[in-house]
């Protein structure tokens, strides 16, 4: 699996924009950039995913560079309960099994986002 | 997410005691997962069910066993409780081949 480099901690002030950034330099291709984020002792919670195109949902914007190197995470504007660990993940597309290299999400380390007011 | 539940929140137990906790969905998602997470461990898989009929170990399924009564429900059991099994427990659930989870609040399990 490709590793992630992500920054251990950031600052947002509230109403503006975060903008996480992940390394993911070994990144092949198949396989897919994944941003999850966990508020406090809370489950887990899905944001977005892509390939290669940039996405755009609800909850925020995905930027993949054109090498696939890196991707940027966009939380257009930042609330007090935007403040969370968010995990890059590089996973090929689809949960096939666990073992060798179809093995499940692994959440690394994050960044731990704090937004203030 | 509140499509996923998982009961108890908060469980403290003793040591060789049997726990079951239990994990229902209402996303209708084929596949369900349970994992465990430490401080700064992240999170590890026990155990996943891509349906019914199906049960697979994860990374860490030695003193767990688990069962999916249906496709909406997926309990996970601790034979004999012991205290490095303390962790909070996550259930997760996805549609088809996604890596796209949906995950409980979480419980809280303290093995004394």
């Known amino acids: 699996d490709a590793k992630t480099t992500q920054p251990p901690s950031m600052d947002c002030a509230e109403g503006r924009a975060a903008n996480l950034p992940c390394n993911h330099s070994?990144?092949?291709?198949?396989?897919?950039v994944y941003w999850y984020r966990q508020i406090h002792s809370q489950g887990p919670q899905y944001i977005i995913h892509?390939?290669?195109n940039n996405e755009t949902n609800e909850m925020a914007s995905l930027i993949i560079t054109e090498d696939r190197k890196s991707s940027t995470l966009i939380l257009p504007h930042a609330t007090l309960r935007d403040t969370a660990v968010y995990y890059c993940i590089v996973r090929v597309g689809g949960f096939a099994g666990y073992g060798g290299s179809q093995g499940n999400l692994i959440f690394g380390k994050g960044t731990k986002l704090s937004v203030k007011p | 997410d509140a499509d996923v539940t998982q009961t108890p929140r908060n469980r403290i137990t003793k040591t060789g005691k049997r726990i079951m906790l239990e994990c229902s969905q209402t996303?209708?998602?084929?596949?369900m997962y349970w994992y465990r997470q430490d401080p700064g461990l992240g999170l590890r898989l026990i155990y996943y069910?891509?349906?019914?009929?199906?049960?697979n170990k994860g990374e860490i399924s030695d003193g767990y066993s688990v069962s999916r009564q249906a496709q909406a429900k997926f309990s996970l059991s601790l034979e004999s409780a012991i205290p490095n099994q303390t962790a909070l427990y996550f259930c997760?659930?996805?549609?088809?081949?996604?890596?796209?989870?949906?995950f409980g609040p979480g419980t809280r399990l303290t093995v004394t």
């Open positions: 892509g390939l290669k």
């Open positions: 069910s891509f349906d019914v009929k199906d049960i």
């Open positions: 997760a659930t996805s549609r088809g081949s996604g890596l796209e989870q949906y």
């Open positions: 996303k209708g998602h084929d596949r």
């Open positions: 070994t990144i092949s291709g198949n396989e897919y």
